[in-house]
C-alpha cells in the first residue's frame, strides 16, 4: 500500500501520474483526448472509451433524427401559411414524432 493515498502501490502510482500529469480527475471526453493523455492502454479507460463511441454513435443517429423531424415539422409549417394547408391534419400527422 502506499501510505500517503491508501491505496495498492499499482493503482497508487497509476493515479498519482494521472493527477501530475493531467490535472484532473475528469474521464476523457474524446478518443483523442485520451490519446494524448496516455490513457487508450489503461484496462479501465479502454472500456469507458469502447462505451464512449458506442454512445456517440447512438447520439449521432438520434440527433440525425431529431433534425429530420424538425425539418419536415418546418416544411409543414411553411405549408399551412403559403399554401393553406389543413391546420388541423397537420398537426394530427406530428403525432407520428411522438411514438
Given at each position: 500500500?502506499?501510505?500517503h ?6 493503482l497508487g502510482v ?7 500529469k493531467c ?16 490513457l487508450?492502454?489503461q484496462?479501465?479507460?479502454s472500456?469507458y472509451l469502447?462505451?464512449l ?7 449521432y443517429?438520434?440527433n ?7 425539418q419536415?415539422i418546418?416544411?409543414?409549417i411553411?405549408?399551412?401559411?403559403a399554401?393553406?394547408s389543413?391546420?388541423?391534419q397537420?398537426l394530427?400527422?406530428?403525432?407520428r414524432?411522438?411514438?
Amino acid at each position: 500500500m502506499l501510505e500517503h493515498t491508501g491505496l495498492p502501490d499499482r493503482l497508487g502510482v497509476y493515479w498519482g501520474w494521472y493527477l501530475l500529469k493531467c490535472h484532473s480527475w475528469m474521464p476523457p471526453i474524446t478518443r483523442s483526448q485520451a490519446e494524448q493523455r496516455g490513457l487508450t492502454k489503461q484496462r479501465i479507460v479502454s472500456r469507458y472509451l469502447e462505451e464512449l463511441d458506442r454512445v456517440q454513435l447512438n447520439g449521432y443517429y438520434l440527433n440525425k433524427k431529431w433534425n429530420d423531424a424538425r425539418q419536415r415539422i418546418n416544411e409543414d409549417i411553411h405549408n399551412m401559411i403559403a399554401k393553406g394547408s389543413d391546420v388541423a391534419q397537420t398537426l394530427r400527422s406530428w403525432t407520428r414524432y411522438t411514438q
